[in-house]
């Protein structure tokens, strides 16, 4: 058998045992699948060389509202009420979806430049998002998050439910581009429109994308209005009966834990939105320690300035070892599989991607670790958390497709999109 793409020399974190790294291995790569992992160099018709690289399963953001890249470093230093309410609620209201386009193909490239491969993305003008995910060549999970607030609500009406409808019709839960079903959150809809919601997830074997006690006041007044939390709320209405990816998680109680790992659900950790906000720290261990599913997510630019992954990664292994006063609370290995594996499982894609093994798709990374703040590696895993940065990314293939060479992205002409954005989107987000 003849290989598309044999990449050799590297040292490989395949992410399917704890801890291992292969050195001097080949990846080889056959009609966008991993075909060998191995010693060997089989024949390709393309071969890259690898040596001084580490090659590794490509990210998983699993929280982002992508398109939020037209208003990074717009609205920083705010309560999260009036960053909320005064900043992003009126600039998003004015968006269209020439700008929202704009800013999700910036914060693609940006995510592919940083090593990320697949993203579950919360926002507006999904069906047209999806069509540039498509062309660009990465794997998203899209929903648009139904807000039902006010007497006057028309669930036919909302533009969420309205595009929600297209996406599962036209993307159903398989493929590179797969529809979510969103509740907002807990405070924004009541449950018998988190009931409809529901309906699509069981007709149409989609995720629930929620975000979840984010917030004490958040979580506080849930209990007030239900005399339930908000994990306990959406598991009576039986939200958490098809699979359910919720966002931040900070303020959940061992109780929730429990209820979301009883039913296999997950939760993307967001530690620089959450700090940024001033919302608090998740408790990573905790919820690993009850067996929830837990991935790692940027949320939106807007709240974070970056959707560089590593940063989370670094991140959420400090906050654990910090919050529990024990530098074993989560080790590099844990942090690494929350952005790969843990996150693959999020998004209904165990089986397909964030591991380098036979039979999963090629979305790998490479990364350069020629550079002086990466030496010496006594041990890359160790690198990749502690000492790298999305910059030292020098490969991201998604489907065995290069997207990005290290000098050049190969499916985002970048002069145009910076362009788009700042002469288009910019002057909106200023209300010009
Ligand atoms: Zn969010």
């Known amino acids: 058998m003849m290989l598309d793409t044999l990449i050799k020399n590297a040292s490989v974190i395949p992410m399917t045992e704890r801890g291992l790294v292969l050195y001097g291995t080949s990846v080889g790569i056959k009609d966008g699948k991993i075909a060998y992992l191995g010693p060997d160099c089989p024949e390709a018709a393309e071969v890259i060389d690898a040596k001084g690289r580490v090659v590794m399963p490509g990210l998983i953001n699993a929280h982002a509202h992508t398109a939020m890249c037209v208003m990074r470093g717009y609205a920083d230093d705010y309560t999260l009420q009036s960053w909320l309410f005064d900043k992003v609620f009126p600039v998003e209201a004015r968006l269209d979806e020439r700008a929202i386009l704009s800013g999700a193909v910036l914060g693609m490239a940006e995510?592919?430049?940083?090593?990320t491969v697949s993203f579950s993305d919360m926002y507006f003008c999904q069906p047209a998002v999806a069509k540039a995910v498509e062309r660009i060549g990465m794997k998203a999970n899209l929903c648009n998050a139904v807000i039902a607030l006010?007497?006057?609500?028309?669930?036919?009406?909302d533009r969420a439910v309205i595009e929600t409808r297209k996406l599962l019709e036209e993307y159903g839960n398989t493929g590179a581009v797969r529809a979510d079903v969103a509740i907002h959150a807990e405070y924004t809809s009541p449950p018998e429109i988190w009931r409809r919601v529901h309906e699509w997830a069981v007709k149409h074997g989609a995720i629930t994308h929620i975000h979840l006690s984010e917030t004490a006041k958040e979580h506080e007044e849930a209990k007030e209005r239900h005399g339930l939390s908000p994990a306990a709320a959406f598991c009576k209405y039986g939200i958490m009966d098809t699979p359910v990816l919720f966002a931040h998680g900070v303020w959940l109680e061992d109780e929730d834990m429990r209820l979301i790992a009883s039913h296999g659900g997950s939760v993307a950790h967001c530690p620089v939105s959450n700090l940024k906000l001033g919302s608090g720290m998740a408790d990573v261990r905790r919820m690993k320690d009850h067996g929830v599913n837990v991935c790692l997510g940027t949320d939106g630019v807007c709240s974070n300035n970056s959707l560089d992954l590593f940063e989370e990664i670094k991140l959420s292994a400090l906050l654990a070892k910090g919050e529990a006063l024990d530098p074993t609370a989560l080790p590099a290995y844990d942090a690494l599989e929350m952005a790969t594996v843990n996150g693959a499982k999020a998004q209904g894609r165990a089986n397909e991607t964030g591991r380098i093994?036979?039979?999963?798709?090629?979305?790998?990374i490479m990364i350069d670790t020629l550079a002086p703040h990466l030496r010496p590696i006594y041990d890359p895993i160790a690198?990749?958390?502690?000492?790298?940065h999305g910059s030292d990314v020098c490969m991201t293939m998604v489907r065995g497709r290069v997207l990005w060479d290290g000098n050049d992205l190969l499916t985002i002409d970048i002069e145009d999109a910076l362009r788009e954005v700042e002469s288009y989107a910019m002057p909106i987000v200023r209300g010009e």
């Open 383 to 388: 690198t990749v958390v502690y000492s790298a």
């Open 357 to 364: 093994a036979p039979g999963f798709d090629a979305d790998l």
């Open 111 to 115: 995510m592919i430049r940083t090593g």
């Open 150 to 157: 006010g007497d006057g609500y028309d669930f036919d009406a």
